[in-house]
Each structure stands twice: as C-alpha cells, then as structure tokens.
C-alpha cells in the first residue's frame, strides 16, 4: 500500500480510470481517499458482518494453526458458570461445511471469538515473518536495558539486514530509532554516527519512492482522461528511466512501466518488465515471503500476456513459477494464498491446454476445478465462469457436447452478470446453442441464436469480428469456429 492509494485486484473488463482495459488482464487500481474519509465507512454493509467474519477467520485457519489455538486456549478466560462457551462456539463453525447453514451468532460472543483468534495468530510469529521481526526488535530493546549491549547490538543488525532485504524501510527507521534512543553517552557517538547515516539513506530511499507514486498518480489520472499521448510523455520521466538499486522502488518502478504500457497497448514491453519483476521477487526469498500476493498477480499476469500473444513456453513457466512457489518461500504459505496458488494455475493450465489443442489433459483436471469452485469462497467471480468456460469448451472439442452443457448453463443463468466479462458470457451463450445444435436440439438452439441477434444487451459484441463468424458458423450448424476468450 502506497500513501494515499488503496490497492486491490480488479475484475477483468471494468471499466478503469474511464477507459475499458483488456480482458486478460489482472490489475491493481487505485482511489485516491482523502484523508478525512473513514476506510471503514467505505466497505458496503453485510448482513450478519460479525458471523460471516468468524466463518472466514476460521476456515483461514491452517490445521497448525488451528492446533495452536486449541493448545493456548487455557490461557482465555470465561464465565466460570458457563464454562469455555468459546471453544464450544468455535468447534461448532470448525466443523460445518460449505452447504451448511451458518448458525446465529450473538455478537457479543463473535466478536470476543475473533479477537482469542487473531491473538492466538499474533502469538504465532513465525508464521508471519513481519510479526516475528517486531517482536525480536521488543526483545533486543529488553536486552539492552538489562546490560547485555552486545547480544542486544547483534540482534539489531540481524534484524537491520532483514529488514532491508525485505523492502521494509519503515519497520527499518523503528530499528535506527530505537537503537538511537538507547545511546546514552559521548563513548558512542561513532555508533551514533553509523545510525545516523542508515537514518538519512533510508529518508533518501522512501523520499525517492514517495517520489514514484507521484508519478504513479499523473500516469493513472492520465489514463483515466484517455490522455495516452500525455502519459507517454510521462513514459519518459528519468525517475521511470533508470533502474533503481533499492528492490522495493525498483519493483514499483517496474510495475508502474508495465500498467502503463499495458494501457497503451504495447503488450510486448509489459510482458519484458513483468519477466523481470518475477526475477527481483524470486531472488529474494524473505521479500517474496512478505508480498506473496502481489508476485502472484504478476506470475499469472505474465501468463495471461503469454496466452493472448500465443506464447507457449511462457504460459508454461508461469504454472511452473506457481506451482513451485511454496518450495521459494522462506515460511509458511498461508491459507488465503494457497487458494490463489490453486485458482491461477488451474486457470493457466485450461488456457494452455486448449493452446496446445490437448483438450483430453483437461479431463484429469475437473475434479480439481469442481473442488476449488466448491471450496475457495474467495474466487474472484469473473475466474468462476473463465473456469467453467475452458472446462466446457475443452468439452465441446472432444466430443462432449451433453457434458458441456451444465458447465455453459451454469455461466447463462447467473443472475449478477454485472460482475462477468460480457465476452465470457456471450461466448458461453453461443457455444450452448452450437451444443444444441450438435445434438439435434435445433428447438432450443434456433431462439438462442435469434436472442443473441436481437438483444441488446449481446449488441457490442454482435460488431466484433470474432463473434460476427461465429454466427456465421452456426447458421450452418458446424461445430468449429474460434471460441477462445
């Protein structure tokens, strides 16, 4: 997170910054929130907020995790008359599955459930290496103040050099700073001196990254007003220009220069700095521990990139980059990521599957896609129906027109296809109607078809060339044509 700018990851094909982004891509966005604005009051309300919240938590739980809790539980307190009415409430969530009902929760009782278990999850530093960091620089603090200066100076540097390895400059100046408080006499001015300097090194280094989301932020504004001429003008700035030896400012300096080029269409240079943002990640394990999630959206990025340009060895070393992340990793990898891990490379492999024309390998991978649609209550709801789509499609292309079908359903009936890319969906509602037609259902194919040449809801896409053959492939009833997204 940059000063002043939220990041998240956006659905494909919204419109961003006023203008209509390609469909493959996934990408951070931004609003600009003034100061005064409360974060909270931004999140739209849910109806019991509290229980879905205490579900969640706990279905992030890994079975370490959950293990650890359950092991420290005797250090919470409750109403002796009502026993442990905690654990009781939180085995009962524990144990219930994704069709069962949540049950009513008071809130009172959620909310103290919540606040034992990211407890028992802070306790659990080693498991979150920033946790860890901050609880040793606590411990150095203690040792120094009890005499023992030179164990507390080696922790210091110890976690020094962590910290700067891990693009932590922040957490870096509480290091400088505390050191600095405990100096006490004229005996240490040259340790003073060493600590000032670090002190203005750093300034210097988040100074020149300030400077970054500036530029960030013209590029960006740039874009939204369909400015693109000024935005390569902005392109040239000697900041964007010249790399960077600080790896945090030199990955936000990458990947302002692929965003930006990726909007301005130049495919080829987006997918040169997202090879080399993956190498700065890769390279730095502790860093890529801290920022797992955004080295996933630039590996499944580059692997989109690969699949619109064709390019089938990097589509390949995109689901290898994935699958090989948790063995990179200098700690645990945590629930929520590990989800991710599964989503995008089930997704790269469909995509690279249907490149290579090898449909059949898509078989073996169903029942993964059905598990992940079933179990990641996090999936992004435009990857649900690409999921469903390449699944069905790979279908279709051996012959399986009856079980393509409730794949393809599954894609027309959803009700909020305002959050669905509407080339995903409209190519799911022709290719039902070509499944008809292959299996002699010409009643129900022939109203699809005219559907679609009627509704206006199908009439941007009814201009697109692809779409344009692919009627004219179904007017003939022949099972070809290009159906790739």
Same mark, same amino acid.
Request: with cysteine; hydrophobic share 40%.
């Given at each position: 997170?940059?000063?002043?700018?939220?990041?998240?990851?956006?659905?494909?094909?919204?419109?961003?910054?006023?203008?209509?982004?390609?469909?493959?891509?996934?990408?951070?966005?931004?609003?600009?929130?003034?100061?005064?604005?409360?974060?909270?009051?931004?999140?739209?309300?849910?109806?019991?907020?509290?229980?879905?919240?205490?579900?969640?938590?706990?279905?992030?739980?890994?079975?370490?995790?959950?293990?650890?809790?359950?092991?420290?539980?005797?250090?919470?307190?409750?109403?002796?008359?009502?026993?442990?009415?905690?654990?009781?409430?939180?085995?009962?969530?524990?144990?219930?599955?994704?069709?069962?009902?949540?049950?009513?929760?008071?809130?009172?009782?959620?909310?103290?459930?919540?606040?034992?278990?990211?407890?028992?999850?802070?306790?659990?530093?080693?498991?979150?290496?920033?946790?860890?960091?901050?609880?040793?620089?606590?411990?150095?603090?203690?040792?120094?103040?009890?005499?023992?200066?030179?164990?507390?100076?080696?922790?210091?540097?110890?976690?020094?050099?962590?910290?700067?390895? #891990?693009?932590?400059?922040?957490?870096?100046?509480?290091?400088?700073?505390?050191?600095?408080?405990?100096?006490?006499?004229?005996?240490?001015?040259?340790?003073?001196?060493?600590?000032?300097?670090?002190?203005?090194?750093?300034?210097?280094?988040?100074?020149?990254?300030?400077?970054?989301?500036?530029?960030?932020?013209?590029?960006?504004?740039?874009?939204?007003?369909?400015?693109?001429?000024?935005?390569?003008?902005?392109?040239?700035?000697?900041?964007?220009?010249?790399?960077?030896?600080?790896?945090?400012?030199?990955?936000?300096?990458?990947?302002?220069?692929?965003?930006?080029?990726?909007?301005?269409?130049?495919?080829?240079?987006?997918?040169?700095?997202?090879?080399?943002?993956?190498?700065?990640?890769?390279?730095?394990?502790?860093?890529?521990?801290?920022?797992?999630?955004?080295?996933?959206?630039?590996?499944?990025?580059?692997?989109?990139?690969?699949?619109?340009?064709?390019?089938?060895?990097?589509?390949?070393? #995109?689901?290898?980059?994935?699958?090989?992340?948790?063995?990179?990793?200098?700690?645990?990898?945590?629930?929520?990521?590990?989800?991710?891990?599964?989503?995008?490379?089930?997704?790269?492999?469909?995509?690279?599957?249907?490149?290579?024309?090898?449909?059949?390998?898509?078989?073996?991978?169903?029942?993964?896609?059905?598990?992940?649609?079933?179990?990641?209550?996090?999936?992004?709801?435009?990857?649900?129906?690409?999921?469903?789509?390449?699944?069905?499609?790979?279908?279709?292309?051996?012959?399986?027109?009856?079980?393509?079908?409730?794949?393809?359903?599954?894609?027309?009936?959803?009700?909020?296809?305002?959050?669905?890319?509407?080339?995903?969906?409209?190519?799911?509602?022709?290719?039902?109607?070509?499944?008809?037609?292959?299996?002699?259902?010409?009643?129900?194919?022939?109203?699809?078809?005219?559907?679609?040449?009627?509704?206006?809801?199908?009439?941007?896409?009814?201009?697109?060339?692809?779409?344009?053959?692919?009627?004219?492939?179904?007017?003939?009833?022949?099972?070809?044509?290009?159906?790739?997204?």
């Amino acid at each position: 997170m940059t000063h002043g700018i939220v990041f998240w990851y956006a659905a494909k094909y919204r419109c961003i910054f006023g203008k209509t982004m390609p469909d493959f891509y996934a990408f951070p966005r931004i609003q600009l929130i003034k100061p005064e604005v409360c974060l909270l009051c931004m999140l739209q309300p849910m109806k019991k907020q509290l229980t879905s919240d205490l579900v969640q938590l706990i279905r992030s739980l890994t079975t370490a995790e959950k293990r650890s809790f359950s092991l420290a539980s005797t250090r919470y307190h409750a109403d002796p008359a009502k026993g442990k009415n905690y654990l009781g409430l939180y085995k009962q969530i524990d144990a219930l599955t994704e069709n069962d009902p949540i049950p009513k929760v008071q809130e009172d009782r959620a909310d103290y459930l919540i606040e034992l278990l990211t407890e028992s999850l802070a306790h659990q530093r080693r498991h979150a290496i920033e946790l860890e960091l901050r609880h040793q620089l606590v411990v150095a603090g203690i040792l120094y103040r009890r005499g023992l200066e030179k164990r507390a100076i080696r922790l210091y540097e110890k976690l020094y050099a962590q910290a700067r390895e #891990a693009g932590l400059h922040e957490f870096s100046l509480d290091i400088v700073s505390s050191q600095m408080q405990l100096i006490t006499t004229v005996d240490q001015v040259d340790m003073l001196a060493v600590l000032i300097g670090r002190k203005n090194e750093l300034l210097d280094i988040l100074a020149k990254y300030r400077k970054l989301d500036d530029v960030l932020i013209r590029i960006f504004q740039a874009l939204r007003s369909n400015q693109n001429a000024n935005a390569r003008k902005l392109l040239r700035l000697p900041i964007l220009n010249k790399q960077l030896a600080d790896r945090r400012s030199e990955i936000q300096r990458l990947y302002l220069l692929a965003h930006t080029n990726l909007s301005l269409e130049q495919l080829d240079a987006c997918e040169k700095y997202h090879t080399r943002l993956i190498q700065l990640f890769e390279e730095s394990p502790l860093y890529l521990s801290l920022r797992t999630h955004t080295y996933l959206i630039v590996v499944l990025n580059n692997g989109l990139l690969a699949y619109q340009t064709n390019n089938l060895q990097m589509v390949q070393q #995109a689901i290898e980059s994935l699958q090989k992340l948790p063995q990179r990793l200098s700690g645990l990898v945590v629930t929520i990521d590990q989800d991710r891990i599964i989503r995008y490379t089930l997704d790269l492999q469909l995509r690279y599957a249907l490149l290579v024309k090898k449909p059949e390998t898509v078989l073996k991978l169903i029942p993964e896609v059905k598990n992940c649609l079933l179990n990641d209550s996090k999936i992004e709801p435009y990857r649900i129906n690409y999921l469903r789509y390449f699944v069905a499609l790979s279908l279709v292309q051996l012959k399986r027109h009856r079980e393509a079908l409730p794949w393809l359903q599954s894609i027309v009936d959803e009700k909020r296809k305002g959050y669905y890319n509407q080339k995903t969906y409209g190519l799911a509602y022709l290719l039902r109607a070509s499944c008809h037609f292959q299996l002699g259902n010409d009643d129900l194919a022939e109203p699809m078809l005219r559907s679609f040449r009627r509704t206006i809801f199908f009439e941007p896409l009814r201009k697109q060339p692809q779409f344009q053959e692919l009627l004219k492939q179904l007017a003939t009833q022949k099972d070809g044509g290009n159906w790739l997204l």
